[in-house]
């Protein structure tokens, strides 16, 4: 298992090792004792799966407040997602900064998102799923966002009208945000 850090602090690419024959593939898609070894000592205490019928589906930019805030760790099963990630911690020295990562299940790349951030994703093809494991359990009164599209982020996108639920075309910008972070 590669850990690969990103350019936002403490977020990380994770290149599990996979092994290959003519039977299919396996790989290890966690190891508490890898992941301590490479720093991440985050306890998972939640798994999610979600699934996009349509390319252009966009969930997110979601959080967790404190005290329920969570940490990730992303994974696709099926299809292919953009995913992004904003660190929303004030005294971050990467703070307001957002990086994008392409993950499929063709490259069973895997990203870590630490606490902190706000995390969302577009699905760059139909019939989509998507795994993930949470540090913290989910506490609809904590839950947060911020728009997908705040003109001051500038996200980069890959289509302009994306497929969003009612509550993700309502979370306000990142300036306008009462940060709990």
């Given at each position: 298992m590669e850990f690969i850090?990103?350019?936002?602090?403490?977020?990380?690419?994770?290149?599990?090792?996979?092994?290959?024959?003519?039977r299919g593939f396996f790989l290890?898609?966690?190891?508490k004792k890898k992941f301590e070894e490479a720093g991440i000592?985050?306890?998972?205490?939640?798994?999610n799966h979600s699934?996009?019928?349509?390319?252009?589906?966009?969930?997110?930019?979601?959080?967790q407040a404190p005290p329920y805030a969570q940490a990730k760790l992303i994974r696709v099963v099926s299809g292919k997602i953009l995913?992004?990630?904003?660190?929303?911690?004030?005294?971050?020295?990467?703070?307001?900064?957002?990086e994008t990562f392409e993950l499929s299940a063709e490259n069973f790349q895997m990203l870590f998102v630490p606490k902190g951030f706000a995390h969302g994703l577009m699905t760059l093809e139909d019939n989509t799923e998507v795994l993930y494991k949470a540090d913290n359990f989910y506490e609809p009164n904590s839950e947060g966002g911020i728009?997908?599209?705040?003109?001051?982020?500038?996200?980069n996108w890959p289509l302009e009208n994306p497929i969003l639920?009612?509550?993700?075309?309502?979370?306000?910008?990142?300036?306008n945000l009462d940060n709990p972070f």
């Open positions: 850090k990103t350019t936002l602090k403490d977020a990380y690419i994770i290149k599990p090792q996979v092994f290959g024959d003519h290890e898609s966690y190891s000592k985050n306890e998972f205490v939640q798994d699934r996009s019928e349509k390319k252009g589906t966009l969930r997110g930019m979601h959080f995913d992004v990630i904003i660190d929303l911690r004030r005294g971050s020295e990467t703070f307001g900064k957002w728009a997908w599209n705040d003109p001051d982020l500038k996200i639920s009612e509550r993700d075309t309502k979370w306000p910008t990142l300036k």
